[in-house]
């Protein structure tokens, strides 16, 4: 069965600080890996994806993901907060044999302190 | 259309009353999702449509909910005898399913439904 877990439902950092957001995933087959954020009132927007190419996966608005197997972990990282960066963050697996049903975790609300 | 189209953006019912949120997805995709979003929390997957097949329903949740879609295209979610609990964000996705995987869902602005 395929599941997603987001450790921290909220986490605060201070701007220009390292953003950390936590993404661990159960799959028994090689997955497909998503991170989605929402900015407060709109739908989900695509941040980056791993597909199986590369493992580290660079997105929009200098957002990255490491794909590490051995950790079944997928977390999504930023160098430096910015304001503009607080939202909600979802990770999400698909997997071939589930004919592209897509798992939602539960979310990661990011909140950036002046 | 250029994006996944969800009417209307905004629902207020009585308690009681049916309503139908409609879903345009991308042209061309053959997969199609709803979600349910409580205020402050998570994604709820209700249903998924694929192409021609059988839809995934294990989401939905309770036989007040139902959903069709014509073929590959335009889909309505209908909620009987609304209740307060119903009160939520409901999001539309489509995605392209090709022989690959990984494909990206794309999502809707969502259709908020208050139940008062």
């Known amino acids: 069965a395929q599941s997603v877990t987001q450790l921290g439902s909220h986490v605060s950092v201070s701007e220009g600080a390292l953003v950390l957001l936590r993404c661990n995933y159960s799959?028994?087959?090689?997955?497909?890996l998503f991170w989605y954020v929402q900015y407060p009132n709109q739908g989900l927007q695509l941040l980056l994806k791993?597909?199986?190419?590369?493992?580290l996966v660079k997105g929009i608005n200098g957002f990255e993901a490491e794909f590490k197997k051995s950790e079944t972990s997928f977390h999504l990282t930023k160098p430096s907060a910015h304001m503009s960066d607080a939202a909600e963050y979802f990770c999400?697996?698909?997997?071939?044999?589930?004919?592209?049903?897509?798992?939602f975790g539960t979310g990661t609300s990011l909140t950036v302190i002046p | 259309g250029a994006g996944v189209s969800q009417s209307p953006s905004n629902k207020v019912t009585e308690k009681g009353k049916d309503v139908e949120l409609r879903c345009d997805p991308i042209s061309g995709h053959t997969a199609l999702y709803w979600y349910r979003q409580r205020l402050g929390q998570g994604l709820e997957f209700l249903i998924y449509?694929?192409?021609?097949?059988?839809?995934?329903k294990s989401g939905l949740p309770s036989d007040r909910f139902s959903a069709e879609r014509t073929g590959e295209s335009v889909s309505t979610l209908t909620i009987q005898r609304t209740q307060q609990e119903d009160s939520a964000v409901y999001l539309c996705a489509s995605s392209w399913s090709g022989t690959n995987s990984g494909n990206t869902i794309y999502f809707g602005e969502g259709s908020w439904l208050t139940v008062v």
């Open positions: 791993y597909t199986s190419a590369a493992t």
């Open positions: 999400a697996v698909s997997e071939a044999d589930t004919g592209n049903q897509f798992y």
């Open positions: 449509f694929q192409g021609n097949s059988a839809p995934d």
């Open positions: 799959s028994s087959v090689p997955p497909y």
